[in-house]
């Protein structure tokens, strides 16, 4: 398992519209923010209990919460190829990561609390990390691009 160690991240969306000039905004700053990978498609299947705490823990402002997902880059159906089992914990203004590989799968028409806990089981993780996960549901499939900065 792959764990980050606690940082500051920041988050912001915008238009199509205005992506260019936020674009050079940031590469115009003082900072010198440059992009640190390439602008990719990034794809997650976000887990949380049957009274979606998770997101409600999010809306609300909980200093203290964490998020649980699979997490995959490129297409979003087909074969996925290196998915990750990701789990977020956010600490007031911090935050860190714990990463685990999983089993590549198929994203297609099948798509099941039974089929996503069958991948995780065929993925080798550890049994307290099964446990931990076994009482929440597959709630959210999104995807979208990303540039990083």
Known sequence: MEKSAYRYERKFTATAAHRSELISHIKNHPAFFREIYHTRQV?????????????????????????????????????????????????????????????????????????????????DLPAAILEDIKILSPTLVNSYRRTYF
Not at 68 to 97: A, D, M, N
């Open 43 to 123: 794809n997650n299947i976000y887990f949380d209990t049957p009274a979606l705490k998770f997101y409600n823990d999010n809306i609300t402002g909980i200093s203290q919460r964490k998020k649980v997902r699979i997490r995959w880059y490129g297409k979003t159906e087909g074969q996925i190829v290196s998915p990750k089992l990701e789990f977020k914990i956010k600490s007031g203004q911090v935050g860190t990561k714990w990463v685990l590989d999983m089993a590549d799968f198929e994203m297609g028409r099948e798509f099941s609390k039974k089929y996503i806990f069958d991948i995780l089981k065929k993925s």
